[in-house]
T-cell receptor, first 113, second 118 residues
């Protein structure tokens, strides 16, 4: 069965600092990996996705993620965070065709001035 | 902006009552998904439709839950005899699945319906 682990429940960073959110997955085949962001009271917005090819993927809002098969990881990074990045971030894995997604428990990001 | 919409956004009900939620997907999308998100957790898959056919149901979807998509457009999720454990955010998503395969079908999420069972 597929699963996703986000080891950090809550992360606090200063505005302008770099960010890395961790994600580890378990999947029997080539994974389709995603990062979503959820602001309070809102639905989920797709930040970026990985299917194959270049292991460093670029997304919206200046985010990027790197797929490392040997570590079963897909960590999300941003070189300089903005106060508007405060939100909940979810890593997800899905099968080919994307019939359903399995999400991690999320990491809540707090930005301090 | 014709994104995924859900109605109502909030629902408070008493234990034992029935509730129904509606999801309107992006108009050209043929797939529609329901997820449930409890506090402090990520969304959990409940079920999905391709057009009007319900193709998969999670074991989380007990017999008190029923979902329909009668004309392949909007969908309803009904919970009968609600329990306090049903309190959660119910998220709907839609995607355009290309039947030829070999492509990724991004899921677009609605804002969710927050259910509180007293």
């Amino acid at each position: 069965a597929q699963s996703v682990t986000q080891p950090d429940i809550h992360i606090t960073v200063s505005e302008g600092a770099s960010l890395e959110l961790r994600c580890n997955y378990s999947y029997g085949a080539t994974p389709y990996l995603f990062w979503y962001v959820q602001s309070p009271g809102q639905g989920l917005q797709l930040l970026l996705k990985y299917f194959s090819g270049d292991t460093l993927v670029q997304g919206i809002k200046g985010f990027e993620a790197e797929f490392k098969r040997s570590q079963s990881s897909f960590n999300l990074r941003k070189p300089s965070v903005h106060w508007s990045d405060a939100a909940e971030y979810f890593c997800a894995v899905g099968p080919f065709g994307n019939e359903k997604l399995t999400f991690g428990t999320g990491t809540r990001l707090t930005i301090i001035p | 902006d014709t994104g995924v919409s859900q109605d109502p956004r909030h629902k408070i009900t008493k234990r034992g009552q029935n509730v129904t939620f509606r999801c309107d997907p992006i108009s050209e999308h043929n797939r529609l998904y329901w997820y449930r998100q409890t506090l402090g957790q990520g969304p959990e898959f409940l079920t999905y439709f391709q057009n009007e056919a319900q193709l998969e149901k999670s074991r989380l979807l007990s017999d008190r839950f029923s979902a329909e998509r009668p004309k392949g457009s909007f969908s309803t999720l009904e919970i009968q005899r609600t329990e306090q454990g049903d309190s959660a955010m119910y998220l709907c998503a839609s995607s355009l699945a290309k039947l030829a395969g070999g492509t990724y079908n991004e899921q677009f999420f609605g804002p969710g319906t927050r259910l509180t069972v007293l």
